[in-house]
């Protein structure tokens, strides 16, 4: 982790459906960072508000220096990022957490994602691509608008199937078949999900009856991002019984066998 970086944001556009697309030049950051990782960012000079705010990558690009990330509007921190404009510096630290441990001799992977939680999935996607490894891609949100990164897996010939709570086909009930067929597909080694705890104990339950390893990239409220105030706590099993990990530093990226989903 080389840690501190001054990013130079070269775009920071609307999508539409309360998301933005942020571009960043940080050529160091940009070669450090693994998918699943992410950053902790100072949204605004000053002290209000006072704790930066974690972003996971959407895309890594160390070919072209830059760094994508894909966030939603919800709050203060994430309104004074949407203000940005192109040129502004800003302060991130990163690359923080562990990542996705993609195999590299996996044929192909699952991803499964909810809403803004596709955002490091569609980074990991870009990277099995590189290495060979197929993609089959199940997204889900609340409406068609509110999918993200459809059209980004499509044109790397990842198989896409997108489910919504507006049309109704959203329900794990609806999505375990989907899931169940994309798992079954031939050489499929290892299955990621973000975004959803009930699609995360789905994808738990239906990877475990097939052997395939399944990874969660959980989220939690952060302070420091560095794993030094345990704000970021969540409930793991080990063999001696339930205790806690930090998401910022022993995660984000799980096991999903390891955590205790609620
Ligand atoms: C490892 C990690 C990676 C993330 N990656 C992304 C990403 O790629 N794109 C993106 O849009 N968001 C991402 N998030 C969530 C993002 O950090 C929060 O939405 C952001 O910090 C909210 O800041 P705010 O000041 O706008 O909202 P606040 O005013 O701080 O909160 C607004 C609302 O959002 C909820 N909230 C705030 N932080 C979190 C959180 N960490 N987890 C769940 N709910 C939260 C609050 O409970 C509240 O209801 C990530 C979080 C983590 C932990
Ligand atoms: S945010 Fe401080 S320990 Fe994780």
């Known amino acids: 982790m080389n840690v501190s970086h001054i990013l130079t944001v070269t775009k920071n556009e609307d999508q539409g459906a309360g998301y933005f697309h942020l571009v960043a030049r940080a050529p160091e950051l940009a070669s450090a960072a693994r998918p699943g990782q992410f950053i902790h960012v100072l949204c605004a000079p000053g002290v209000d508000p006072f704790l930066r705010r974690p972003f996971s990558f959407y895309r890594l690009r160390p070919e072209a220096g830059e760094v994508e990330i894909y966030y939603q509007v919800v709050g203060k921190g994430t309104h004074l990022l949407s203000q940005i404009q192109p040129g502004t510096k800003l302060d991130a630290l990163g690359p923080l957490g562990q990542g996705f441990p993609l195999d590299p001799k996996a044929q192909r992977i699952l991803i499964l994602g909810r809403g803004i939680g596709t955002a490091p999935l569609i980074a990991l996607a870009e990277a099995a691509r590189a290495q060979g490894t197929g993609v089959s891609a199940i997204l889900s949100a609340r409406n068609p608008d509110a999918i993200i990164g459809d059209r ?111």
Do not use: H
Not at 172 to 183: D, G
Not at 226 to 248: H, I, N
């Open 152 to 262: 980004l897996l499509a044109s790397w010939g990842v198989e896409v199937t997108t489910v919504t709570d507006e049309s109704g086909t959203s329900d794990p009930a609806q999505v375990e078949p989907l899931l169940a067929a994309a798992l079954d597909k031939p050489g499929t080694a290892q299955a990621f999900v973000c975004g959803s705890r009930r699609l995360a104990r789905l994808l738990r339950r239906l990877a475990a009856a097939r052997g395939i390893p399944a990874f969660g990239s959980l989220e939690e409220r952060m302070g420091c991002g560095l794993g030094g105030c345990l704000v970021c706590a969540c409930r793991v099993r080990t063999p001696e019984g339930e205790t806690y990990k930090r998401v910022c530093n022993d995660g984000p990226v799980f096991p999903l066998e390891e955590v205790v989903l609620g």
